[in-house]
């Protein structure tokens, strides 16, 4: 009983909307303003090898027309987020449109319906990387972590959308190894502290400054 009020009172509301078309249409007066860009609608039309000319009146009939066809979705489109008691319009509600209305069929493959996806629960899509990566060149870089015990950063490797380990750009591809950013002794475990050598005893030495009667004899 209740689906039938909405049906009534969506069906109204289509017949108001179309009614008062008509009478914007018939009143019209000015051919030269309109809601949407003339040139980019008549670039679109040009895009087809087929046509040759096209006269000035055609992209104004094109403009009302790609008007209405959206008005129209979207009304369509608000039914449906009213009848699921939001007052926001998603992709959904253009989905369900399309699919309930005979002469919107060729958006169907275009708006697909996406029936699993949970109403405030974002869907996870594979390929895309975390959010602290940063995209340059179709690449993605993680952000570099400050490694304990040393000044400089150690590069971490991130993944690209194909899954496959990210290379520096604009260098000779080689896959990055934070190891090659540190010098290890042999024999001393990766990220162990590291003892150097203390310096030969004879480049500790210094030689000691001559003395005023050596200065002297010199002379």
């Not at 179309?18 to 039309?45: G, S, Y």
């Not at 006269?55 to 403009?63: I, N």
């Not at 003892?195 to 009667?213: D, G, I, L, T, Y």
Request: charged letters at 20%; hydrophobic letters at 40%; proline letters at 9%.
């Amino acid at each position: 009983m209740q689906s039938m009020g909405y049906q009534n009172m969506q069906m109204q509301q289509l017949q108001h909307f179309w009614a008062t078309q008509r009478q914007e249409i018939e009143q019209v007066t000015d051919f030269k303003n309109h809601q949407l860009p003339l040139a980019r609608i008549k670039k679109i039309m040009k895009a087809d090898e087929d046509v040759k000319m096209i006269s000035a009146e055609a992209p104004v009939l094109f403009a009302k027309a790609c008007e209405m066809f959206t008005l129209e979705l979207t009304l369509r489109s608000w039914m449906h987020a009213e009848e699921n008691k939001r007052r926001t319009l998603q992709r959904n509600d253009i989905a369900a449109a399309i699919t309930r209305t005979d002469i919107f069929d060729f958006l169907v493959d275009i708006v697909p319906r996406d029936e699993v996806r949970e109403e405030g629960v974002p869907v996870a899509r594979a390929g895309i990387p975390p959010a602290d990566a940063v995209p340059y060149g179709g690449m993605y870089y993680m952000a570099q972590p400050q490694a304990q015990g040393y000044g400089a950063p150690i590069p971490q490797v991130a993944q690209n959308v194909t899954g496959s380990p990210a290379y520096i750009v604009g260098r000779p591809a080689m896959h990055m190894d934070a190891s090659m950013y540190m010098s290890q002794m042999p024999g001393v475990p990766y990220g162990a502290p590291q003892m150097w050598p203390a310096p030969a005893a004879e480049e500790q030495a210094e030689v000691p400054p001559a003395s005023p009667s050596e200065n002297a004899s010199g002379s």
